[in-house]
């Protein structure tokens, strides 16, 4: 089975500081993404990266940048954490041909709260 | 903006009662797909309908998609206490999957 696993599952930080989310795929996909899921809102696509060191911004990178050096690990950072950020953060991967024409395999997600 | 929507927000049923769920997209699609989501944890495929597809089945699930009305319906047949979840259909274009706010289903034993 596909495992899309993200470190951590609760983080809590204050506003201001540098926050880290780490992804890991182990299922060699070339695909992997970054959401955030809000009540009402449903899931927004922060960035994507279709290869190693290749990034696109989604719908919402305001405020995030990410990194993909390896194949397997997608991080996604916030630079300066705000409460606007407080959020359920959702790692996901899958595989070509096609951006989506195949499924998309999802972590468990991380919820992280800024105070 | 979102290109899935589902309707309803929320849908409540009785055990062995079928359940359906809508979905409105506004571009081009590739495909659609449906997503199920425990509480509080990550998305689970459920089917994925191409857009040269006008109906599928998985068990007891069934989609169908009207490229001309563009909607999608997920119908989930003798429901059970354990499809209680949230589903969401998510619109397939050619580099992105976006998705919709979600239907909240619960079935009551």
């Known amino acids: 089975d596909v495992k899309v696993t993200q470190s951590s599952r609760y983080l809590v930080k204050r506003t201001g500081e540098k926050v880290f989310l780490e992804c890991v795929q182990d299922?060699?996909?070339?695909?992997m993404f970054w959401y955030r899921q809000d009540p009402g809102l449903g899931l927004r696509l922060i960035y994507f990266?279709?290869?190693?060191?290749?990034?696109e911004k989604g719908d919402i990178p305001e405020g995030y940048s990410v990194s993909r050096e390896k194949k397997e690990r997608f991080s996604l950072i916030l630079e300066s954490a705000s409460t606007n950020q407080t959020s359920m953060y959702l790692c996901?991967?899958?595989?070509?041909?096609?951006?989506?024409?195949?499924?998309?395999?999802f972590g468990e997600g991380s919820w992280l709260t800024v105070v | 903006s979102q290109q899935g929507e589902e309707d309803p927000q929320a849908l409540s049923i009785q055990e062995g009662e079928n359940a359906t769920m809508n979905c409105s997209y506004k571009t081009s699609i590739n495909n659609l797909q449906w997503y199920r989501q425990n509480s509080g944890r990550g998305l689970v495929h459920l089917i994925l309908?191409?857009?040269?597809?006008r109906e599928k089945h998985s068990g007891r699930l069934r989609v169908t998609l009207d490229t001309s009305k563009k909607s999608s319906s997920l119908l989930i047949t003798a429901s059970r206490a354990a499809d209680t979840a949230s589903y969401f259909c998510?619109?397939?274009?050619?580099?992105?999957?976006?998705f919709g706010a979600g239907t909240r289903l619960a079935v009551h034993p």
């Open positions: 998510a619109a397939g274009g050619y580099n992105k999957l976006i």
């Open positions: 299922m060699d996909h070339e695909n």
């Open positions: 996901a991967s899958s595989s070509r041909p096609g951006r989506t024409g195949n499924t998309i395999y």
């Open positions: 309908i191409r857009s040269n597809e």
């Open positions: 990266s279709y290869d190693v060191k290749m990034k």
